[in-house]
Structures are given as structure tokens and as C-alpha cells.
């Protein structure tokens, strides 16, 4: 089975970052209006499995530290570790908010506050799916990168057996050699009185994979709105 390519390359430069200089190349699908970038360092046609991060992208965590959420801390520890081992890539998805987009997900934030409703229950009361990614198109950007065997870093049981079964799809084009995580390395992020629910979540209902303990309830003197 050969898949029809749904993205391509529009610009690619340099990118020096506190972290090192990355080389970053930004794609767009033919199939929405969505832009997404990867960030890779060193020379991915080793045969060694290339250090690969997918992270959807958070404005709120990412950019304004927000600590609702363990994603800016996440896209900063999976940069150094690119960046300790030279050599990488940094996926970084247009997917706001689980899928949801950044208005609706500020939407979801207030009824987690108002309703005590967890990060999944409040994007379903506001009619979308509970997780509304797709991995199909960061595997397609891997692929057109070079990238054949990885060591994903993740805490996302889904995010491996997604990319995994999309890389299979693709295997007829990369004559036999699919893609496909070799390993999972853990991106584990200490909790906070403010994120505790949410880490809580998605250790409850995706399964994440922590080796900290996680409460099930907000911690004694976390603010809550509710």
C-alpha cells in the first residue's frame, strides 16, 4: 500500500536556541491550514535510532510558563537532552489543546474550574473528543526527515502505538523498513499543587506512565476556583 503524501516542505534556516543550534524546516499539510516545524541537530542518516520528541504545541505552557500543564518544562528538558546527545529532532505539532484549539481549550480550563470536571471530561462537554490529535502527519515529517528507527521521548503509551501503526503504513515506501520506536524514553516532569488533577488524568484515563506518585486530588492549599 503506497500513501499519497500529505505534506511539504515550505522554508527551512538555521535556529540557534539556548539550547544549540538547530536546523529548523517548517511543513503544511494539503489537507488543513495547520503549520508545524522540526527542530533536528547533528546528521539523522546514522543507523543509530534517532532521539525524536512529537510535541503538540501549547502556547500557554510553551510560551507564557503556564503550570497547569507539564508541556513547556517537557519541551524544555526534551531540547537539552537533544542537545546533551548532538543529535535529534523536535517535532512540533499544530495541535492546540489536545486538537481543540487554544480558545476552546481556555473554554475547557474555566470548566475545570467551575465544574471540577478532569482535562478529558471538559473537552467532551464542549463536544469534541476527549483527545482530538492525529499522528499520521508527524510520522509523514519523520519520514521526509530521514527518520527510520527512533527512541521516542514520551510518556504516551498512544503516541508510540500510533506512530508505530502509521510507520507500518509506510513501510511499502521505504522499501520494507518502516518507521518505528525502538524505545520510549521517559519525559517525566515533578508535579505541582497546580497540574497534580491533570497528571492524575491522563495517568487514569491514557494510561501515562509516571514512576513518581501522583495524588489523586489536589494537594492540601492549591488554589481552586471552584
Known sequence: MVLTPLIERVGETSMPTRFGEFRAISYRTFIDSKEHVAFVMGDLRSDEPTLVRVHDR????????????????????????????????????????????????????????????????????????????????????????????MRLMTNNPLKISEINAFGALYAADLNGLELCVVERVPLEIIANPHNVRYLAAKRDKTGHMFEQSIPDTAWPGEHRTR
Request: proline share 0%.
Open 58 to 149: 501549547c502556547i500557554t505552557g510553551d510560551v507564557f510558563d503556564s503550570m497547569r500543564c507539564d508541556c513547556g518544562d517537557q519541551k524544555d528538558a526534551a531540547l537539552q537532552r537533544i542537545a546533551d546527545e548532538g543529535r535529534g529532532v523536535f517535532v512540533y505539532m499544530d495541535q492546540e489543546g489536545r486538537g481543540i484549539g487554544l480558545h476552546n481549550k481556555l473554554r475547557a480550563y474555566r470548566l475545570q474550574e467551575d465544574q471540577g470536571l478532569d482535562t478529558y471530561e471538559a473537552n467532551e462537554a464542549l463536544g469534541f473528543l476527549a483527545d482530538a490529535r492525529e499522528y499520521g502527519i508527524s510520522a509523514q515529517i519523520l519520514v521526509d526527515l530521514g527518520v527510520r528507527h
